[in-house]
């Protein structure tokens, strides 16, 4: 287990320790840690777990089939000489009248430079810096649900769940402000107002010991990071870098592997409300 050795003074407690360690944004990570007091030189060896989200065994089975209209454009490198995209990265409050099926489609191929003015295109649109993956979906999220009673969390995508309303506003009042849009689910041809879409953004989380114990490859022109098939029974162990998580966001993808992790925070809430249709899974840690 990597550890990071936090330098600390002797009269400090090993909370104080979190401060010094992770910086105010991230003082609820470190509440998912353990400690190591080396007591003679005053230093507290921190590590703050890294958690995944994932969907209950129960309840699983076709609750709801959602999909997107528009994609990003899939990317031809000619670097690394690879043809890719990926479906599975969404933007579902991405919903600009300009996005129109002729041009956001994953039938369209562009090359590295091209892809920089479609991502600059949309972070004017957007007003601030976001990372945008070839082929990803956006727009509106729709499609059919079985029920109209949905719980809190629900999932009709692979990667990221949608989110009732009510916890939503749950998760709000705890400060847990989440990046949330409106969706298209519909049972029997009526709107199932109760659910929203949610936008978890991507980030390349993870160190270069990390990247590589996962034999993760990376092409720095057009962003592609490759891993090889996993092996049965192969767990994964993520080192992040706190620096790297994005600021204010309590709900990321983790770039280079598709894991999505929550901030304790966010975990903290949804055990407080118990807030159903959404597990944690230990994946690994994040360092300073
Ligand atoms: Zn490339």
């Known amino acids: 287990m990597v550890r990071a050795p936090i330098p600390v003074p002797n009269h400090w407690c090993p909370e104080a320790a979190d401060i010094a360690a992770l910086g105010v944004g991230y003082l609820g990570q470190a509440r998912n840690h353990t400690y190591t007091n080396c007591a003679n030189v005053g230093i507290y060896h921190l590590t703050v777990k890294l958690f995944r989200l994932g969907w209950p065994k129960e309840g699983r089975s076709g609750l709801l089939d959602l999909g997107y209209d528009l994609h990003l454009p899939w990317i031809k490198c000619e670097t690394c000489n690879r043809t890719w995209g990926d479906g599975m990265i969404e933007y579902p409050a991405l919903q600009f009248d300009f996005l129109v099926r002729e041009e ?34 956006m727009g509106i999220l729709s499609g059919n649900a079985a029920t109209p009673k949905l719980g809190d969390f629900v999932w ?6 949608q989110i009732s309303r009510r916890a939503r506003d749950l998760l709000a009042q705890d ?20 659910h929203l879409a949610i936008q978890a953004e991507p980030a390349a989380l993870l160190t270069p010991e990390s990247r590589r114990s996962e034999s993760i490859s990376h092409c720095s022109s057009c962003n592609d990071f490759r891993s090889p098939p996993r092996k049965r029974d192969h767990v994964r162990r993520l080192v992040a870098v706190s620096a790297r998580w994005p600021v204010g966001h309590h709900l990321v993808i983790v770039l280079e592997t598709l894991d999505l992790v929550a901030s304790s925070e966010f975990m903290d809430s949804v055990r407080r409300h118990s807030l159903s249709g959404i597990e944690f899974e230990e994946c690994g840690e994040i360092v300073p």
């Open 156 to 161: 009709g995508r692979h990667i990221y769940p």
């Open 104 to 137: 956001f489609n994953d039938d369209r191929i562009v090359n590295a430079t091209e892809f920089k003015h479609i991502c600059a295109r949309l972070e004017s649109a957007l007003g601030r810096r976001m990372m945008f993956v070839p082929g990803a979906s």
């Open 175 to 194: 400060g847990v402000a989440l990046q949330t849009a409106e969706a298209s689910i519909r049972f029997r041809g009526r709107l199932v107002e109760s």
